[in-house]
C-alpha cells in the first residue's frame, strides 16, 4: 500500500520568504509523486509531478520539489512567496501498478504582508 | 477547450435518501475518477471509470456506485446516505486509464446530509 504525510498542517511565512512544504511517501513500487493546490471553493490544481528521471521537477508559478528516494521525501519549495501562494496544498502518491492516487492531508499556507 | 464541470455546486440532503453528482469530462478525456474530500482532510479516491466500464474503486462502500456515459461524462450516485457522507465531492478527468495521467479537477459539488 502507497500512503503519503505531510509534515505540518499550517506553515505561515512572510512575502518574500522561503517556502518549504514537507512530504514523505511510503511506497513499496517505483511511486509517482505529485503536488496539487487548491484555493477555497476550488478543485484541486496540479502544481507539479515526479514521474521517471530528473529527481528535481520544476512546476507552475515558480514551485519546484525534490524527489529523495533514499528520504522517501519529496518537499515542495518556492524560493520567495508571494501573498497568491496562500492556499491549501497536497501531497500525493500513486504507481503505474494501480489506479489509487493517495493524497496526504494538506498543508495550509498563510502568506504574511 | 472545456474544462471539467460538476453539478450540482452545492445540495443538502436528509440522511437516507438517495443523491446523484454529475461530472462532464474535459474534452478528449476518457476517464473519469472520483473523490471524496470531507472538511480538513486530502481527496480520498473512490473509484475510477474508462471507457463506461469501473477501472479501480477505494474504500468504499457499495451504495457508492457510478456510471460513465458514451460521452464520458459521469454520475456518482450515493444510496442511504449517512452524516459521514457530507464532504465535497470532486470529479477529475484524465487522458486514459490509471492515476499517472494528470488529473484535471472539477470545482465540486458540496454535499451536506442532515
Known amino acids: 500500500a502507497q500512503s503519503v504525510t505531510q509534515l505540518g498542517s499550517h506553515v505561515s511565512v512572510s512575502e518574500g520568504a522561503l517556502v518549504l512544504l514537507r512530504c514523505n511517501y511510503s511506497?513499496?513500487?517505483?511511486?509517482?509523486l505529485f503536488w496539487y493546490v487548491q484555493y477555497p471553493n476550488q478543485g484541486l490544481q496540479l502544481l507539479l509531478k515526479y514521474t521517471t528521471g530528473a529527481t528535481l521537477v520544476k512546476g507552475i508559478n515558480g514551485f519546484e520539489a525534490e524527489f529523495k528516494k533514499s528520504e522517501t521525501s519529496f518537499h515542495l519549495t518556492k524560493p520567495s512567496a508571494h501573498m497568491s501562494d496562500a492556499a491549501e496544498y497536497f501531497c500525493?502518491?500513486?504507481?503505474?501498478?494501480?489506479?489509487?492516487?493517495?493524497f496526504g492531508a494538506g498543508t495550509r499556507l498563510t502568506v504574511k504582508p | 477547450e472545456t474544462g471539467v464541470t460538476q453539478s450540482p455546486t452545492h445540495l443538502i440532503k436528509t440522511r437516507g435518501q438517495q443523491v446523484t453528482l454529475r461530472c462532464s469530462s474535459q474534452?478528449?478525456?476518457?476517464?473519469v475518477s472520483w473523490y471524496q474530500q470531507a472538511l480538513g482532510q486530502g481527496p480520498q479516491f473512490i473509484f475510477q471509470y474508462y471507457r463506461e466500464e469501473e477501472n479501480g474503486r477505494g474504500n468504499f462502500p457499495p451504495r457508492f456506485s457510478g456510471l460513465q456515459f458514451p460521452n464520458y461524462s459521469s454520475e456518482l450516485n450515493v444510496n442511504a446516505l449517512e452524516l459521514d457522507d457530507s464532504a465535497l465531492y470532486l470529479c477529475a478527468s484524465s487522458l486514459s486509464a490509471g492515476t499517472t495521467y494528470e488529473q484535471y479537477f472539477g470545482p465540486g459539488t458540496r454535499l451536506t446530509v442532515t
Open positions: 511506497s513499496s513500487v517505483p511511486p509517482y
Open positions: 474534452s478528449g478525456h476518457n476517464t
Open positions: 500525493a502518491v500513486t504507481s503505474s501498478e494501480n489506479n489509487d492516487m493517495r
